[in-house]
């Protein structure tokens, strides 16, 4: 492998801003008992803001190994709009209307499952929040999904005392369903995005190889975990006191969401409509409730920092996808992506010429089915982290526990790509 010292700097920082996730329990806890730095402690224990903390590492050893204008030259070439699209996207979906009409049809989906199998509410809203929510994403995206189903869950189990168990095995099963939601099109999930183009992958396409499969598996995956923890889950208290929304009000936050999903790829444009959107709801706030601005921006952080790290780590990603077979593809690509964005797994994929379309197949389907292993395994998974993240024991999510919680639906998902 040829490499020059600046992508190997590069490798050496992104493996510690890996291992870094996996430690922010740590300085959360070293926080505690070091009241005078603990403002800088909790910083480095907030996971969205590990990589766009290394990634400012990797600038200044930049700037020192060259000079200052090689590392503005570098950030200059990076592509943003992927983090700047999340940060709008979440905004938008996360609003009171957004929120209260998703609602309203699962709960209309769940009194109909109700009186056909006499179940109750709670899991039955549990069960379609993590079946049908993300199949959405292959219509919104997948952070929009993320954002919803977060939310949904939010309500409907983080704010009531459960156990750890539940806490990690329906964020493991929400990342994972989020992650193959998104295949069911060419241009919802990102390591899709990254090579439907170059390859002339149409929805079409996407759906006769990896629909069924990926929807199989996410009914499998929110079956099993509402089979699971059925017993735990509480029923939602009457909330016939809740104001309705006009549907106006409804229709112009879906206007402002679709336009923001049309322009996915035109920064200027949807950050231009997620301007608007803010303006319109601080002019009409009756039917609005706080926009997360804290959480978007701490998202679209985190991804910005994927983005500048996961750059200079071709030089190895590229030649080991080349020596693989396809199906060393597809355990390769599940492994990896663990490690690294599977966005930018797949596009550095899309690189390597004379390849198959076996090869190409396994690569997207490692890459989505491994998509919820960790936080920066996929790019909406830090939205679904800033929102549930609170309710975690001390505000921390363990990257351990999530990943043992993730093993189960990933195999399922591996199971529904290789034999179906």
């Not at 204008?69 to 609003?95: D, G, Q, W």
């Not at 209307?97 to 998703?102: A, D, F, H, K, R």
């Not at 598996?217 to 975990?225: K, S, V």
């Not at 029923?235 to 006191?241: A, I, L, Q, V």
Request: hydrophobic content about 55%.
């Amino acid at each position: 492998m040829n490499f020059t010292p600046t992508e190997l700097g590069a490798s050496i920082i992104f493996a510690i801003a890996v291992l870094h996730t996996f430690c922010t329990s740590y300085f959360e806890s070293l926080a505690k008992r070091s009241p005078r730095h603990s403002g800088l402690l909790h910083l480095l224990g907030e996971v969205e803001i590990v990589f766009g903390f290394w990634a400012a590492v990797l600038v200044i050893f930049i700037a020192f190994k060259d000079d200052l204008e090689s590392a503005k030259a570098f950030l200059n070439k990076r592509n943003f709009t992927e983090p700047l699209f999340v940060f709008a996207v979440m905004i938008v979906a996360a609003s009171k209307p957004i929120l209260y009409v998703s609602t309203q049809m699962l709960h209309f989906l769940a009194k109909i499952l109700q009186l056909v199998l006499k179940t109750r509410s709670a899991p039955t809203l549990y069960f379609l929040t993590l079946a049908v929510t993300p199949l959405l994403g292959s219509l919104i995206t997948e952070a929009a999904a993320m954002t919803l189903a977060a939310f949904l869950l939010r309500d409907l189990v983080y704010r009531h005392k459960c156990s750890t168990a539940l806490l990690f095995g329906t964020l493991g099963v929400l990342f994972v369903n989020i992650s193959i939601g998104g295949t069911l099109t060419n241009f919802a999930a990102p390591p899709v995005l990254m090579v439907a183009t170059t390859w002339d992958w149409s929805s079409a396409f996407m759906f006769d190889n990896f629909g069924v499969e990926s929807c199989i598996a996410i009914f499998i995956n929110a079956l099993a975990i509402t089979l699971i923890f059925h017993r735990q889950l509480v029923d939602p208290g009457d909330k016939k006191s809740e104001s309705k929304i006009p549907l106006m009000v409804i229709f112009m936050h879906l206007l402002f969401l679709l336009g923001v999903v049309v322009f996915a790829h035109d920064p200027i444009i949807f950050m231009w409509l997620l301007l608007f959107f803010i303006g319109y709801t601080t002019a009409y706030p009756k039917h609005q409730s706080p926009l997360i601005l804290k959480e978007a921006l701490l998202v679209g952080f985190f991804l910005g920092g994927l983005v500048v790290l996961g750059a200079l780590q071709g030089w190895w990603l590229q030649p080991t996808l080349q020596m693989m077979s396809p199906t060393a593809v597809f355990y390769g690509s599940l492994a990896l992506t663990a490690i690294t964005d599977n966005a930018a797994l797949t596009y550095l994929g899309s690189l390597v010429t004379g390849t198959s379309l076996e090869f190409k197949l396994a690569l997207v389907g490692g890459a989505v089915a491994g998509g919820g292993l960790t936080v920066i395994a996929n790019a909406p998974n830090p939205a679904g982290i800033a929102i549930l993240r609170p309710y975690f024991p001390g505000g921390v999510v363990s990257a351990l526990y999530l990943l043992i919680a993730a093993i189960p639906p990933t195999i399922v998902a591996i199971l529904a790509y290789r034999l179906i």
